[in-house]
């Protein structure tokens, strides 16, 4: 899915494209997309607006409209948003007209090759899986009210101290890795970022949060923000679906210490990175470097490691 890193790489690629252009033609293929509206009701509403704004929030893009108008788009589990691709791919569910000329191109200039300002440019939601949406959302008090029912602080905002993140965890008996995931006490952090801060912090994901001391707050938070900035910076993980806006994958992939790493040495001290399930999610980390809480059930792995080594090798193509 994904998460705050791969949303803001979105943002910062879309946002040039898209600024100043007008919807001038939208098709919703999928009324999942557009639920509770109907597909029709929802382009009513979006077409012909123009593009004020892209914005981020948590895992949202906020497309600010003229007439104070927004659209809250959540890609979920598979949603990439794609600019211009050709040939189009399969599981369009979106595919937005953008009329006018925009503030910027793509990098490459290949998108615009053999276009006038002013032709349209075709921007298309791929979602295999369906899971994404798009709500509206009519000027900005419900807009505030939207997010504050839904969501934290940003991790990237100042105001995310390690005594707010402090003050997250005290009471709460649930893992600390739950705590993380909850989108509505921290926005944007998922499976991946939170396995690895919680590594580069040296905390076990199943630790209870109530049980954290004041340093490993500060610990965490200065690791959730390094895990996100240099996601951010490698323009995102690919490990299913992700693409960029112009169908290239990120490469935080690339730098994962634990995350989706089982059997492989830690790259910190050599031990085996395992994998638990901890708030009902597969969960990587190095026992050593992040020992279990005391009085914590012994974990117990989700795959069968001796099993695995009796098969044989998979014949190469
Ligand atoms: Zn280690």
């Not at 803001?8 to 509770?36: C, K, N, Y």
């Not at 921007?123 to 899971?131: G, H, N, S, Y």
């Not at 634990?258 to 001290?269: A, F, I, K, L, Q």
């Not at 901890?278 to 099993?307: K, N, S, V």
Request: aromatic share 6%.
């Amino acid at each position: 899915m994904p998460e705050l890193p791969e949303v803001e790489t979105i943002r910062r690629q879309l946002a040039p494209l898209v600024q100043g252009r007008t919807l001038a033609r939208i098709e919703i293929l999928d009324p999942r997309w557009s639920r509770p509206l109907s597909p029709d009701e929802l382009t009513d509403a979006l077409q012909g607006r123009r593009v004020q704004g892209l914005s981020r929030r948590g895992k949202y893009l906020v497309w600010s409209l003229s007439g104070d108008v927004y659209l809250a788009q959540h890609l979920r589990m598979t949603g990439t948003v794609l600019y211009e691709p050709d040939p189009e791919p399969s599981h369009v569910r979106v595919r937005i007209d953008l009329g006018g000329a925009g503030t910027g191109g793509l990098r490459n200039g290949k998108a615009r090759r053999g276009k006038q300002d002013g032709d349209l440019a075709t921007l298309v939601i791929v979602d295999p899986r369906r899971f994404g949406t798009g709500e509206l959302l009519l000027g900005d008090e419900a807009l505030e009210a939207f997010f504050d029912a839904r969501l934290g602080l940003e991790p990237l905002d100042p105001l995310f101290t390690a005594e707010h993140l402090y003050s997250l965890t005290r009471g709460r008996s649930a893992p600390i890795k739950a705590l993380l995931l909850d989108q509505r006490r921290l926005a944007g952090v998922g499976n991946i970022y939170a396995d690895e801060a919680l590594h580069r912090a040296g905390i076990h994901p199943l630790c209870p949060a109530g049980r954290l001391t004041r340093a490993q707050c500060e610990r965490l938070r200065e690791a959730l923000v390094w895990a996100l900035q240099a996601g951010i910076e490698a323009r995102g993980a690919t490990i299913d679906d992700f693409r960029h806006v112009d169908g290239v994958w990120g490469s935080f992939q690339d730098r994962f210490a634990v995350h989706r790493r089982e059997g492989e040495p830690c790259p910190r001290c050599g031990a085996t990175v395992v994998k638990i399930l901890a708030a009902g999610r597969g969960t990587y980390l190095c026992e050593r470097c992040q020992p279990p809480p005391r009085g914590t059930r012994p974990i117990r792995r989700q795959a069968a490691r001796p099993a695995d080594r009796s098969r044989p090798p998979r014949a190469s193509p």
